[in-house]
């Protein structure tokens, strides 16, 4: 399908004041959809909605604060979103933390409640209203960002995250097995690793650890604005219930690691 700057589907996205979310509302933007930005912090999200504003027009974004982690406020994000644009045509459970690389027995509970809330129970709180908006108006698309853990894989001291993701996959699957036949569409956007803050944070009071991380994930991260235009074209191409979307193949994997000793990358360059 050939996407013209004319797409003006309405687009909620959680978790996007900054990082891939925002990344995300940018690239909706450029292909001409409109687009919900949402954070936790009002301030942020009015810096992110009058940025995205003054480059993509101000009648096409909408900015509203949301804790994922209220069900109450996820409930006013999609009634605000959709009294503001008339529909909700797509919503992207982007919203999450990290935590610093920790052995499990050492993670502090009030982290892990944290982590499993932001990650979990809210995209458990965005599926219940967005999936039941949709049921009722006949049509939409939502879509869970993956991250590690989906894909089964481990990493020491990441265990708490990578369960949530885990558990995560189980959910977008089993999202769109019971939407099977509805006209409402369940997938997954998986963008690999990416170079934000939400991989940088975990070694900031550890420089001597990311010095050695930075030249392994140097080969393994994209930028921002690389993978999100991709990931944008693919949501609203889509047609199918089910349908997983990966940046990082095997084969891109592959080919990166063995053109590491000649080509020289750093997406974190900028990283804030």
């Not at 999609?78 to 909700?88: L, M």
């Not at 959910?171 to 963008?191: C, F, H, M, R, Y």
């Amino acid at each position: 399908m050939n996407l013209q700057m004319s797409d003006s589907r309405s687009i909620v996205i959680t978790g996007s004041s900054r990082g891939i979310g925002y990344g995300l509302a940018e690239s909706f933007l450029t292909l001409g959809c409109r687009v919900t930005v949402s954070g936790r912090r009002s301030e942020s999200v009015e810096e992110a909605r009058a940025t995205l504003a003054a480059r993509h027009g101000s009648e096409r974004v909408f900015g509203f604060p949301c804790d994922v982690r209220e069900h109450t406020q996820v409930q006013a994000l999609w009634d605000a979103a959709q009294s503001h644009f008339g529909r909700i045509d797509v919503w992207i459970n982007n919203a999450g933390v990290g935590h610093a690389q920790t052995a499990f027995w050492d993670q502090p509970a009030q982290e892990m409640q944290e982590v499993v809330d932001a990650n979990l129970v809210g995209a458990m709180y965005g599926g219940k209203v967005a999936l039941g908006g949709m049921m009722a108006q006949g049509f939409g698309s939502l879509y869970n960002m993956e991250g590690l853990g989906s894909d089964g894989r481990r990493v020491e001291g990441l265990t708490l995250y990578g369960s949530t993701k885990s558990a995560l996959r189980y959910l977008t699957d089993a999202w769109a097995q019971e939407t099977k036949g509805t006209g409402v569409i369940v997938g997954a956007l998986s963008p690999g690793m990416v170079a934000t803050r939400f991989i940088t944070d975990r070694y900031k009071d550890r420089p001597e650890e990311w010095e050695k991380a930075k030249r392994v994930l140097s080969i393994l991260s994209d930028r921002v604005e690389t993978v999100t235009p991709w990931l944008a074209r693919k949501v609203l191409a889509n047609r199918k219930n089910g349908v997983r979307f990966k940046w990082l193949s095997t084969g891109k994997l592959m080919g990166r690691f063995l053109s590491a000793p000649f080509r020289k990358r750093d997406p974190f360059q900028e990283v804030p």
